[in-house]
Nanobody, 123 residues
Framework: QVQLVESGGGLVQAGGSLRLSCAAS????????MGWFRQAPGKERKFVAA????????YYADSVKGRFTISRDNAKNTVYLQMNSLKPEDTAVYYC????????????????WGQGTQVTVSS
């Protein structure tokens, strides 16, 4: 199995930045897609961004395009989410996920999940 651990969440002012990390351990597969999802209280878990582990192809939700950047460091088995120009609407628990994915925006297609890290953006 694969274990995912997120870190880097916190409290920031609107317009500020945070960098989330997702460290993977266990038996990983180079064919995996790594994704970030977020969930606010009372709302469904929504896709944020994804990246293919080997090829580095990226995908973004429209709400974060131009502000967030997903990247990977294969040597460290780590995926990052650089979040700039943060808005209060970005407040949520952010989850890292991994799996052999066809539809990268669907949380139901991911096999492994981290525990989540809280991001709070004040106005």
């Amino acid at each position: 199995q694969v274990q995912l651990v997120e870190s880097g969440g916190g409290l920031v002012q609107a317009g500020g930045s945070l960098r989330l990390s997702c460290a993977a351990s266990g038996r990983t597969d180079s064919s995996y897609v790594m994704g970030w999802f977020r969930q606010a209280p009372g709302k469904e878990r929504k896709f944020v961004a994804a990246i293919s582990w080997s090829g580095g192809i990226t995908y973004y939700a429209d709400s974060v395009k131009g502000r967030f950047t997903i990247s990977r460091d294969n040597a460290k088995n780590t995926v990052y989410l650089q979040m700039n120009s943060l808005k209060p609407e970005d407040t949520a628990v952010y989850y890292c996920a991994a799996g052999e994915i066809v539809v990268v925006t669907s949380p139901y297609e991911y096999d492994y999940w981290g525990q989540g890290t809280q991001v709070t953006v004040s106005s």
